[in-house]
C-alpha cells in the first residue's frame, strides 16, 4: 500500500481523494440512503408510488438539464484567472449543506427534501465539472491515464466505506431507523468536506485563458462563441464526444437500470446489495489496472476493451437464469466500468489544449450528464412493448458499436501516447 501511494505525487494524491470524498455522495444519496427515505416519508404523506418516482424523475431531470445548460459557460468562466478554485467551493458546500441539511427534514415533507436532493445534485455535478477539469493541472500529459484511473478506484473504495458502516448500523437494530438515516446524512456530508479538504490544499490552477475585456461576462460570452467554432473545425474532438455520448449512454443504462432488471428477473434486495457491492469492489483494483495498462496498449485500445467488455455483459444478461450469473455480470461491469469512465476522461484530456481545459471540460460534462437518457427510453419502451426488459439489451450493443466506431475516428495522430 505505501508502494501505491508514493506512485503520485502530493497534488496528484489530493486530487486523487476528492474522488474518493465525493463518491460517497453517489452511493449513499444517490443510490441507496436517499430513494429509500423520499419513497417512505411520499408514502407516509399519500402519495402514490407511480407519482412519488415521477416526481422524483423529473428533479433528476431538472438537475441534469440545469447543469448541463451551465456547463459550457461556468466552464468558460473558470478558465479565467482564479475563477475555477472559488466556483468548485461553491458547488462543493452546496452540494455538502443540502445533504446536511436533510437531517432537519420531518416525516411529511417529502417536497423540501426533493428541493435539497435536487440542489445537492446540482452541487455534486457541477463540481465535478471543475474536478475533471484540474486533472490536468496535477500531473503530466503521460501520466492522465493512471492518475484518473486512481480517481475512479479510490472514488469506489471511498464510497463503499460509508455506506457499509450505514448498512452495519441500519441491519444492527441498535438504533432507530430515523436516528441511522440521519446520521447516514451527517456521514455523507463529513466524508464529502473533510476529505475535499487535501484538494482545497494542494490543487491550483495552472492552465488559464486570459480574459479578452474587463467585463468578464462578456469576456466569457466571448470566448465560449471562439472555442465553439473552433470546436466544429476539430473533427478528432467531435467524433470522440459524439463517440463518447454513445457508449457512455450505454454504460449509464446498465448502472441505473441494472437493479430494476435484477428485481424484474426476480433477485431480493439484500442480493441486489450484494450485486451493488460486487460492482465497487472489483471497480477498485481493475480501474487502477485500466490506466497501468493504458500505459502500455495505448488509451484507446483500452477503452476498446471496455467497450468489448460491456457488449460481453449485454450479450450474457440475454440468458440469466441464476443468481451467480448475476454475480458473474457483475464482476464484468466492476472490471471495466471505472476503466471506461476514467480513460475517456484522460483521453479527452489529452486531444484538448490547456488553455481550453475547465471550458471543454464543460462540453465534455452536457454528453456525460445526458449519459443514458437514449438507452434508458430504448430500453423502457422495448420492455413495455415486448414484456422483457433483457430484450432491449439489444439496442444497447448498437449504441457500444456505434460509439467504438466513433472512437475510432477520434484519433489524435500527433499523440504518440494514445
Do not use: H
Request: net charge positive; aromatic share 16%; glycine share 8%.
Amino acid at each position: 500500500m505505501k508502494k501505491l501511494f508514493s506512485t503520485y505525487t502530493k497534488k496528484e494524491f489530493s486530487w486523487i481523494i476528492q474522488d474518493w470524498a465525493n463518491s460517497a455522495y453517489s452511493l449513499m444519496i444517490t443510490t441507496a440512503l436517499f430513494p429509500i427515505l423520499y419513497k417512505s416519508i411520499a408514502s407516509n404523506a399519500g402519495v402514490t408510488d407511480a407519482n412519488s418516482t415521477a416526481y422524483l424523475g423529473y428533479t433528476n431531470a431538472i438537475g441534469t438539464i440545469t447543469v448541463a445548460v451551465m456547463a459550457p459557460f461556468l466552464g468558460t468562466l473558470a478558465d479565467f484567472p482564479g475563477f475555477r478554485k472559488k466556483l468548485f467551493t461553491i458547488a462543493t458546500l452546496l452540494g455538502v449543506f443540502s445533504v446536511l441539511f436533510m437531517i432537519f427534514i420531518g416525516q411529511g415533507s417529502w417536497q423540501w427534501l426533493l428541493v435539497l436532493y435536487g440542489f445537492s445534485a446540482i452541487g455534486f455535478s457541477t463540481a465535478n465539472i471543475f474536478y475533471d477539469a484540474s486533472l490536468m493541472d496535477v500531473t503530466s500529459r503521460d501520466r492522465l491515464d493512471l492518475v484518473s484511473s486512481a480517481g475512479f478506484g479510490f472514488g469506489y473504495i471511498g464510497s463503499v466505506i460509508p455506506f457499509l458502516i450505514f448498512m452495519v448500523l441500519q441491519f444492527s437494530g441498535w438504533l432507530e431507523d430515523a436516528v441511522v438515516v440521519n446520521i447516514g446524512f451527517l456521514l455523507t456530508a463529513s466524508w464529502w468536506f473533510l476529505f475535499t479538504i487535501p484538494y482545497w490544499k494542494n490543487v491550483d490552477q495552472v492552465y488559464t485563458d486570459q480574459p479578452s475585456q474587463t467585463n468578464i461576462i462578456a469576456s466569457t460570452l466571448a470566448s465560449l462563441k471562439e472555442t465553439l467554432t473552433e470546436l466544429v473545425k476539430d473533427k478528432v474532438i467531435v467524433y470522440f464526444l459524439i463517440g463518447y455520448f454513445f457508449y457512455i449512454d450505454g454504460v449509464g443504462t446498465i448502472i441505473k437500470m441494472a437493479t430494476s432488471i435484477g428485481s424484474d428477473q426476480g433477485l431480493t434486495a439484500t442480493q441486489l446489495i450484494l450485486m451493488l457491492l460486487v460492482v465497487q469492489v472489483v471497480a477498485f483494483p481493475c480501474s487502477i489496472i485500466y490506466g497501468i495498462l493504458a500505459k502500455r496498449w495505448g488509451t484507446r485500445t483500452m477503452l476498446f476493451v471496455g467497450i468489448g467488455t460491456y457488449i460481453l455483459i449485454c450479450l450474457m444478461a440475454l440468458s440469466l437464469s441464476s443468481f451467480m450469473d448475476f454475480i458473474l455480470i457483475a464482476i464484468l461491469v466492476g472490471s471495466a466500468q471505472g476503466g471506461i469512465q476514467s480513460l475517456s476522461r484522460s483521453y479527452f484530456g489529452s486531444i484538448i489544449p490547456l488553455d481550453k481545459n475547465n471550458q471543454l471540460f464543460g462540453f465534455y460534462n452536457i454528453f456525460g450528464k445526458f449519459s443514458s437518457v437514449l438507452g434508458t427510453t430504448t430500453l423502457a419502451i422495448i420492455a413495455q412493448l415486448t414484456g422483457d426488459s433483457l430484450k432491449g439489451l439489444f439496442v444497447i450493443v448498437i449504441q457500444f458499436m456505434v460509439g467504438a466506431f466513433l472512437l475510432w475516428k477520434a484519433k489524435k495522430p500527433r499523440t504518440k501516447a494514445v
